[in-house]
């Protein structure tokens, strides 16, 4: 039966057909389906630039005022299969202008919806669908909500949870109870995973793969592995999934601080895919200048700089790692922190997300009922990324990846100030007053600050 699956969807066909030898407890829900809408709307003023797009190097945030906005609708349908197994499929339309044409910013890309690729004219595609499978080991039953791409009913403090499918890997892994919901939350890249996590994901920030999650009461132990795209930041993937891929374990601790809950998370990746060094491809324009970013006919980012270096000539398969820490820890009734830090090794290219070698960010979530608000919240941000020596010369020299380049560098490290105000207008929508400061946009001490207004309309259905 399998057999005639188109290929992508092998693993989710067997696993369902498979998951029907298994009993499960009864559920309270047999299916469901929500709905949200988000727009989000960024102003940029103009900002202070020595120079712009140096040399025929295209990759600048342009120093004029600007505007930015996305409009998403998704759709989230859910229903429980055989032997208790939940099926989960979340089609998803997009509208989107970016800055610059998505070019100038490191990590800090002001709106975390510009991840998901798309032109002002409306494109409809599937987002995610996937299986899910839960085996229930023992220990405290809880109850759980229903929600979107969550079937109400029970779970065990012990379990074994199998997700296989078409998905995004942050669905599961750095999870945090107060940041990663731009529609939500903070709006910056920055905050939606750690800015330097390059996770396997085609241009829109999803995959195809299967992750195993073994939960024992205060511990919970994740890993998995995903296809990533066939070129970097690009939409289309490439499923040769025992040859290129990106694998990532996770360790989660639960603990109480001075009577308050928190979570402490340990994750780390490793990708292994047809990809350039920054030093290789320095070296290759050394040894011969006709191997420069202007001449390139393989894949490249179009750039016109004659004397700069370009990754399409030294493309192969390389591995990346990258090794980061999390916190999330309620302060009181109605507010949190969260605190993340990573570090990837630095020395090949961008491949799924932003510009950033190694990263940290920090915030605090204030709740609205202290002052007769319960369903507002106001949050405030801080977030600074790095570039490795390699990235720096390489990009010091004309070269770009897929998001920066200016054609020279004074290097400091792009760092990004965000705060909100969310105010809820009636029982499932809000409206999101935002303000970002980003100082040496690209990493370049030469170039802004930059300030950026933002708006956000968010509804839920």
Known sequence: MCKRVPRPQVLLACLLA???????????????AYGQFTHIFHGKRAF???????????NSLTPERERSYTTTATAYIGWRAWGGAEVYFAPEVISLLPLSGL???????????????GTRHPTVYRSRLFLRKTWNQGGESNAVESGPMQLSGSQDSRRFVLT???????????????VGDVRQQFLSMNFLTHASYDFAADARG????????????????????????????QLSLDFSIMRHYGDQVEAERRHEFLGRPGKVRVLAYRNVENMGR???????????????????????YNSANTGAPDLCYVRKRNVKVGLGVSLEQQLSANAGMFFRAMK????????????????????????????????????????????????????????????????????????????????????????????????????????GPVSLYGLRFHAEF
């Open 278 to 300: 920054w030093d290789d491809a320095v070296a290759a324009l050394a040894a011969n200048p006709a191997n420069n970013a202007a001449a390139c006919t393989d894949f490249n």
């Open 103 to 117: 070019h100038g910013l490191g990590g800090s890309i002001q709106n975390g919806e510009l991840e998901k690729n």
């Open 18 to 32: 498979a998951s029907h030898a298994f009993a499960a407890d009864a559920p309270d829900e047999e299916g469901n």
């Open 206 to 233: 999803y995959t195809w793969g299967i992750a195993g999650e073994m939960y024992r009461d205060d511990w919970v132990l994740r890993a998995g592995r995903f296809v990533g795209p066939l070129h970097p930041n």
């Open 344 to 447: 990837s090794d630095g020395k090949t290219e961008v491949y799924s997300y932003t510009s950033a070698d190694s990263s940290a960010s920090a915030g605090v979530l204030v709740k609205g009922a202290g002052w007769g608000r319960e369903r507002d919240s106001i949050g405030i941000a801080y977030a600074q990324n790095w570039l490795s020596p390699q990235h720096v010369a390489y990009l010091g020299m004309g070269g770009i990846d897929g998001f920066i380049g200016d054609g020279r560098i004074t290097y400091r490290p792009e760092k990004t100030f965000e705060t909100y105000y969310s105010l809820n207008v009636s029982r499932a929508a809000w409206v999101t007053l935002d303000y970002q400061r980003i100082a040496n946009p690209a990493y370049n001490a030469d170039r």
């Open 48 to 58: 202070p630039a020595a120079y712009t797009n140096a040399n025929g190097t295209p």
């Open 164 to 178: 296989a499918g078409n998905l995004a890997i942050i669905d599961i892994f750095d999870k945090n109870l107060y």
